[in-house]
Each structure stands twice: as C-alpha cells, then as structure tokens.
C-alpha cells in the first residue's frame, strides 16, 4: 500500500466518509433483494479479478468532479464498482456516491413502461402509441413545444434534442436546469475571458501552495478533489488552506484560516485584496501591461456583460476605498486577515488556486463576485501557470460537457455560437445541413419564463408553451417557486407535460406522459466533467423493462414527425434530420429510430458526437475523434491533432506552454 493511497484513504475517514458508506450500502441492500454490490478496495489490484465478472471504464454520473470508476457485470448486472486507478482525475479514489453508484440502477420502483394519464389514472401504453402522443403535441403548436434537461443529459442527448428544437422546430425553447446554477459562472469566464469554461485544471490542485474556498465546501461536495491537496499536506508538503465562508463546515475543519464573512459581501474581500496589491504596489505589473485590459460598467444598476473600455487608473480609483479597515466594517472579516490575503496574492513565488461552486454561482450578485475573483487572479499574475487558477467547479457530471459545450440554453448553439448571431446561425444551419432562414434568430424561453409559459393559459399573454418534455431532472423538486413555476400547470387542461426519468419522482405526479428511461451504463455516453475533460463509455447492462435511451426517444419522435410530412424535420435536401446519425460506416441507412436497430450497426452516439465536434472547432474547444475517447479516460479540450497522427490534450489552457492555440 503506498504512503499516498493512505492517506487518502484516512482523509476520507476524517470526514467520516466510512460511516455513510456503511450506512448507503445497507440501504442499497434493502431496495434490491439483498443483491450487494462489493465496496471493492481499489487498492487491491486494477481492478480485482472475480469469477465471471466483466470490467469496463465508465465515468461516476453523480457530479462534475468526472472520476472514473470501473464497473464489474455479470448476467447482464452491475454487480461491483471500483475506483479506476488509470484515471488522472481520480487515480483510483471514489467518495462513498462514488462506490454507489451501480446501486442507482436497482431500485424497486424503477420505470419500466410508457404511462399516459387519463381521467382515471395513468394507463400502460406502448412506445409506438407514446411517440404518436407526443408527435401531435408537437404538430398541434410546434412553437409552444419545449424541453427542459439537465447537466446530467449525456452530450449525444443534448445535442439531439438541441439540433430538434433549433434545427426542427425552429423555436428555440430548449433550457437546461444548469440556468440556476451555473450561469454566473458562464458569465463570469464570458466576461473576463470571451468565453466560457475554466482555464485551469485538476494538476493544479497538485501544484498550488495555497487553496482558497470561496464559499465552498469541498470536504464534502467534491471530496475527491478536496483529498487531492489534503494528501499532499499530509504527506507533509506545505498547503495552506484558507476557507472564505458564511458558515463553518467540513473544509473549515482543515483549514489554515477561515474568514467568516456577512453574506454578499465578498464582494468587499476581493476589492480589499486588489486594493492591497496596488496599494502596496505588488500586483504583477508585466502580466497586467501584457495581457490585461481594464473595464466599466456606464451604469452599475444596469450592468452589461462586458462593460465599457477602462483605464487602469479609473480601476485603481474604484478600489481604492477597500481598505482592510473598510472591508472589515463591511464583511465583518478582521482587517489583519484581508491584508494576509493581499500579501499572499502579492507574491509572485507562490501557486494560488482559488475554488468555487454554488456558494458563488448562485449568489445575488454572481457575476459580479465571479469577475472579481477572476480579477484578483489577473492583477496578481496568480494565472496561466500549474496551481495558479480561478476554477468554477461544477454539481452536475455534464453540466459542462452538455449544458455549456454543446449549448443547450434557449440563447446558444453547439460550441460557444449563439442563436442570435447571424453567421452563427448561418454556420449551423450549414453543419445540419438546413435550408437558409430555418433556425430562429430569437432566444427561446429561459428556464424561469419556459415554466412560467407553461404556468400561464394559452390564451393569456406569455402562456403561449403548452407542451414541455423534460429529461434527466426533476423540476418539480427543484425549480424556485414551485406554486407559481409548477403546482399551477395542474389547472390548466391544455397543458401537456411529458416526463422521461428513471423513477417516479415530484414531476412525474404532474406529468401527462411519462417515459421509462436508461440509465448510466444501459445506454452508452459522454459527459464532460469541470477541467473541459470529455468522457465517453459504452453501454454495459439492458435497462429494464422497456426503459429506452432518452437520445433515441428524440430521435424516434423526430422520425414520426418525418414521416407525418413535418417539414423541419427535413434538411434542405429532403433527408430526415438525423440522416447523419443513421448512417452506418458503409453509408447505409440504419433504422435507428426503430429501438431494435438502436444499438445495431450504427454507434448513434459516435455518429451525433463527429458532427458535433465540427461545432467544437469553431471557437478553438477541439475536439478529437470519437475513438480516441473509447481508448482514453476522458481528454480535456482542446485536443489537437499531432504531426505524427496523435491527439493531444490540453491541461493548463491560455497558458503559452501548453495551450497550442496561445
Ligand atoms: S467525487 Fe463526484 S464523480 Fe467522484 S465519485 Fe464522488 S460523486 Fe462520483
């Protein structure tokens, strides 16, 4: 057993990650017939051989920290997970959702048949009946036809629903739940950078000196990360941990410093810490005069994306009343402890990473804060080096890799293009091979206003969605104000809400149509984790019942709708939308649409994602070719082709000495 293994292993007790594992698995046990999964030590061997067991890499569906488990199958069952010791993310560690994960699959009130509702209650019907259903939906208004996803659609699934919203029903009512939590972040690295997704990575987690926790909680939410840089100090390299929070936790516990502060005004802290650099006159002036250009906002009531070109003095000016004394009246943090944070961005010898999740991203002012972190990392120079990074880390496995990157908002497009842009409408519609004029130039209906529309009678202002499919999540949960966003679809007779998910959950109750879904490995997938790291997996066990893959119920309805006469589920050559995508590698046409020829001669996931990557060409988010990801565990983007036909990865991006587009 190596010193570093455990070590992290005895992190993982600290937080007692040992007890809840205990407890999760007796759990498990209960729902699936006394059927246990064995919590495999990874430790053992790569990974443990057991009688009749089949291994193959899949990444963790739980969250955006993207590790890598091995799952073990036999008589077409998960029936072991282990952490996969060949991933860079994980090397091998999982946290307790982690070695559960297979457990998911095996619930006792898993959906398993396509249910309508009726006066009486929700009848069994079969998928052709169900795709019918929906089909007419979408004939009867097909620009009231909305569907709301998730980060946790795999990249395939987004990207057939975006290319069936924009492309076929030229609406543009496709929003992801990502709108709630991550578009501070998005809007942050847009306005600081021109575009989206962190510049650092997970190694700088290995390189930095000091960690700063902006209202985040690792210990818990990435724990895997978190174990990443506490191995490291237990192996007795110097990290510094300071935790800068509202409230005390688990990453509080092993921190160096905590700086409690009054909620909001964290805001103060980071123009307190740029305060003491240029006040001390510390800031990285060679970095600033190269790379940096400073902006306003006219009116801060009204702020833009971007602003208004500045000057460096004006900046100086702005932050000059963030004196320690000033932000401690503000915070409430001791003045002593601003002026460690501005000494310790004012050296240039240190590796500083910063860290941040929900408690910035859905922050009254999210932007705002996200900017100014940016900020205090640009004026420092504290960028573009190993361990040196603001990174926004993400809740979702692919709220990156499917929210972001392939653009699945009612304003985007696949690879960082936007709706509303003429030649990037243009470049779509050429890549999906559209008639000039068939996508729509306005944004379609973010998330709050797609359920408020739906919440709405149609023949009121606003409530003109009357059809929503939702896929891989659950907003009768976890939208904000349920009773005005939700609970009112109830009344509203001609309303229609269809439900894709695995188990019956708060929106299936209201849902009109419900659809048994695959989950995890019964389909195959990509996701794309928090570093831009791309992962792909194949499908290792059947679902059950008649659960189906959410990509190939798209598909299916677009098919239905082609063969009805609908027109923009045709390209401008006559063919079916996902012609493409059905094309096996001889060029003959597969029947994907039908769920018996899903998975027969065509990978419909390899077929969506090398039209996608055209997309990811376009803003310098390269992708490779779908089979360097079967071969790989996941690759950060952009990948670029070498001269000797291989695919390389980029870790530190903007960064001269790895990022080829620099
Ligand atoms: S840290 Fe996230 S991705 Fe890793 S095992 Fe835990 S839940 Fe899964």
Redesign the pocket.
């Known amino acids: 057993m190596s010193t570093l293994q455990l070590d992290r292993r005895r992190f993982l007790k600290s937080v007692a990650m040992a007890t809840a594992t205990a407890a999760a698995h007796e759990s498990f046990a209960a729902t699936t017939n006394n059927v246990s999964l064995p919590l495999l030590d990874p430790q053992v061997s790569d990974p443990p051989s057991i009688d009749g067991v089949t291994w193959d890499k899949a990444p963790?569906r739980?969250?955006g920290?993207?590790?890598h488990v091995m799952v073990g199958t036999k008589d077409n069952r998960v029936v072991a997970v282990a952490g996969d010791r060949h991933a860079p993310v994980?090397k091998g560690l999982?946290?307790v959702?982690?070695y559960h994960?297979g457990s998911i699959l095996y619930g006792k009130d898993r959906l398993t048949k396509p249910l309508l509702k009726t006066d009486t209650g929700y009848k069994v019907i079969s998928w052709d009946e169900a795709i019918q259903v929906i089909a007419k939906r979408v004939t009867r208004n097909p620009k009231g036809f909305a569907i709301y996803g998730s980060g946790q659609w795999t990249i395939p699934e987004g990207y057939a629903c975006q290319k069936f919203i924009k492309g076929g029903l030229s609406n543009n009512h496709i929003d992801p739940n990502a709108r709630l939590c991550m578009a501070s972040a998005v809007t942050g690295f847009i306005g600081t950078y021109g575009v989206d997704e962190p510049a650092g990575c997970y190694d700088d987690l290995d390189a930095a000196n000091v960690i700063i926790t902006w209202g985040n909680n690792p210990a818990e939410m990435?724990?895997?990360l978190f174990s990443r840089f506490i191995d490291r100090r237990s192996r007795g390299e110097k990290v510094t941990l300071i935790d800068i929070g509202t409230r005390r936790t688990r990453t509080t516990e092993l921190a160096d410093h905590y700086l409690c502060f009054n909620p909001h005004t964290d805001l103060a802290i980071a123009n307190g810490i740029m305060h003491q650099l240029i006040a001390n006159d510390t800031y990285d002036k060679s970095f600033v005069e190269q790379f940096c250009n400073f902006r306003k906002q006219i009116d801060p009531n009204k702020p833009t994306l971007k602003g208004v070109p500045s000057t460096f003095d004006a900046f100086k000016q702005a932050v000059s009343e963030y004196t320690p004394k000033r932000v401690e009246e503000i915070s409430g943090v001791p003045a002593e402890k601003i002026v460690l944070l501005g000494k310790l961005f004012g050296q240039r010898d240190l590796r500083i990473t910063s860290l941040w999740c929900m408690g910035m991203n859905q922050h009254s002012a999210g932007t705002m804060i996200n900017n100014l972190v940016h900020s205090v990392h640009l004026l420092s120079g504290h960028f573009g080096k190993p361990g040196d990074a603001p990174t926004s880390l993400t809740g979702q496995p692919s709220a990156c890799g499917t929210a972001r990157e392939v653009g699945t908002l009612a304003h985007a497009l696949p690879g960082g293009r936007l709706v509303a842009k003429d030649a990037h409408r243009h470049e779509t519609e050429d890549l999906w091979n559209l008639p000039r004029g068939r996508m729509n130039p306005k944004p379609g209906y973010h998330t709050v206003k797609m359920w408020e529309s739906i919440c709405t009678p149609t023949n009121e202002p606003g409530g003109d969605v009357d059809t929503i499919w939702v896929q891989v999540t659950n907003p009768g949960q976890t939208l904000p104000n349920l009773h005005k966003l939700f609970d009112r679809k109830a009344d509203l007779k001609d309303k229609f809400l269809i439900v894709s998910d695995v188990y019956p959950t708060a929106t299936t109750q209201l849902a009109d149509l419900i659809l048994p879904s695959a989950l995890w490995v019964e389909k195959n997938g990509i996701f794309g984790n928090s570093e831009r790291r791309t992962q792909q997996w194949f499908r290792q066990v059947t679902p059950p019942g008649e659960a189906r893959d959410d990509c190939w119920q798209v598909i299916a309805v677009a098919r239905a709708l082609f063969e009805m006469g609908f027109e923009g589920m045709r390209d401008k050559d006559g063919q079916f939308l996902f012609h493409p995508q059905s094309q096996d590698e001889k060029g003959n046409e597969v029947p994907i649409w039908q769920w018996e020829h899903y998975y027969d001669k065509v990978n419909v996931d390899k077929t969506i994602f090398e039209e996608y990557r055209k997309f990811s060409r376009l803003k310098h988010k390269d992708l490779a070719p779908y089979d360097e990801y079967v071969k790989a565990r996941g690759l950060r983007w952009p990948v670029v082709e070498q001269a000797d036909g291989t695919w390389r990865e980029t870790g530190f991006r903007f960064s001269g000495f790895d990022d080829p587009y620099v």
Do not use: I, R, S
């Open positions: 963790c739980f969250c920290t993207g590790c994980n999982l946290c959702k982690g994960v990435h724990p895997v």
